[in-house]
């Protein structure tokens, strides 16, 4: 991954609400990050951090009412996504950028067939007909390593696996050569077997395909083996960001400490207590005035009730937003 070139994705101050009965829920709160080409980005953070409502928001994938994107940019191909029209917005999703998300609204559709679903993106985006259409597909299905490509065209989502399934999500996402691939905790349902798969195959079409991959996860041990680097979540909050090895070399966020004790140690050791952070994730009715995670942080001083500590650079592509500094106190 080049170190300088140009965000092929680029996200500015993202600001996104849902307007509830019992009033504003401020689910995202001036994100702000980027994906270089070819990179693979690791976005992890308890569940309930803004992680999904963050993708959605910046490929106009959430419901509005009640979500609202009130603020920020989303920088791609050289423009906003966010004042771009519907008809644009439609072709650059599914199209120049691939997305697999969790929700129904998006997985298969258990009426149609597979061949259909991958061929369907391919004649709409990329006006291929029939037949084209079909052979791509074949090749999508062989690129994931589906067995038996051309006869599995014919059947239905039931009539595969779970991790079957999702492999077939991952050829849809890629069927029109995306330059940015959104995966939404993709293998979280799978047993870890056929995780460790579909990881597997992500990095092999990363190499292949040269595609920027954002992968969500609520799980820091998925992201050690695959990302280049990682940006932590909390509160609708982007509160550390680093590349890969720093992150877990030299965690600065105490939120981003807890989240590390929470990972079982690899290689085969059998995995020792893990932590749980104690405590809930908040759940913001107005802007943050203050830091989200001071009520559950070891480290809060009177600094941390009066302010919301803003990103600042503490190592080569290292931010973090915290006033605590580990330095002073190990
Ligand atoms: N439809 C909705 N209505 C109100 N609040 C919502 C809705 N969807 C999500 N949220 C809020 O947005 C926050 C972030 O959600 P989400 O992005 O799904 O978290 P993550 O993907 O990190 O688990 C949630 O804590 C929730 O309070
Ligand atoms: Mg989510």
Same mark, same amino acid.
């Given at each position: ?5 140009? !965000? ?10 849902? &307007?509830? +009965? ?35 928001? &910046? #490929? ?10 009130? =603020? ?12 771009? $029209?519907? $008809? ?5 999703? *599914? ?8 929700? !129904? ?9 597979? *061949?259909?679903?991958?061929? =369907?993106?391919? +004649? ?22 589906? !067995? ?6 014919? $059947? ?15 050829? #849809? ?21 056929? /995780?460790?798969? #579909? ?6 079409? +990363? ?8 992968? #969500? ?22 509160? =550390? /960001?680093? %590349? ?7 965690? +600065? ?24 952070? /104690? ?29 919301? %500590? ?21």
């Amino acid at each position: 991954m080049p170190d300088g070139a140009a !965000p092929v994705l680029d996200v500015r101050d993202l600001k996104t609400v849902f &307007l509830t +009965r019992s009033g504003e829920v401020h689910a995202v709160n001036s994100v702000s990050f980027d994906v270089r080409p070819g990179e693979l980005l690791g976005v992890v953070g308890e569940s309930g951090s803004g992680k999904s409502v963050t993708m959605m928001s &910046l #490929i106009g994938l959430l419901p509005s009412p009640p979500a609202e994107v009130r =603020e920020g940019q989303v920088l791609f191909g050289g423009r906003d996504l966010l004042s771009v $029209d519907a $008809d644009t917005l439609r072709h650059i999703r *599914g199209g120049r950028i691939g997305f697999v998300f969790q929700d !129904p609204m998006t997985s298969l559709n258990p009426v149609f067939n597979v *061949g259909f679903q991958i061929m =369907e993106p391919l +004649r709409t985006h990329m006006g291929l007909g029939k037949k084209a259409a079909r052979d791509r597909a074949v090749e999508l299905l062989e690129l994931v390593g589906i !067995p038996d490509a051309r006869r599995r065209l014919g $059947d239905y989502p039931h009539q595969f696996s779970g991790g079957m399934r999702q492999r077939v999500m991952i050829a #849809i996402a890629l069927a029109c050569d995306p330059e940015v691939l959104i995966a939404d905790e993709p293998t979280t349902a799978l047993d870890v077997t056929i /995780q460790a798969q #579909i990881l597997e195959l992500v990095k092999e079409l +990363r190499e292949k395909l040269g595609m920027a991959i954002v992968w #969500i996860t609520h799980d820091l041990g998925v992201i050690a083996g695959i990302a280049d680097r990682v940006m932590v979540m909390y509160g609708g909050q982007v509160v =550390e /960001q680093a %590349p890969v090895r720093e992150l877990f070399g030299n965690p +600065r966020h105490p939120y981003t400490r807890a989240l590390l004790k929470t990972v079982p140690h690899v290689r085969g050791e059998r995995a020792k207590r893990l932590e749980v952070i /104690q405590g809930q994730p908040p759940i913001l009715g107005a802007p943050p005035d203050a830091c989200p995670f001071r009520d559950r942080c070891d480290h809060a001083f009177d600094r941390c009730a009066r302010e919301n %500590p803003q990103r600042r650079p503490v190592g080569h592509g290292h931010d973090v937003a915290c006033f605590w500094d580990p330095a002073h106190d190990g």
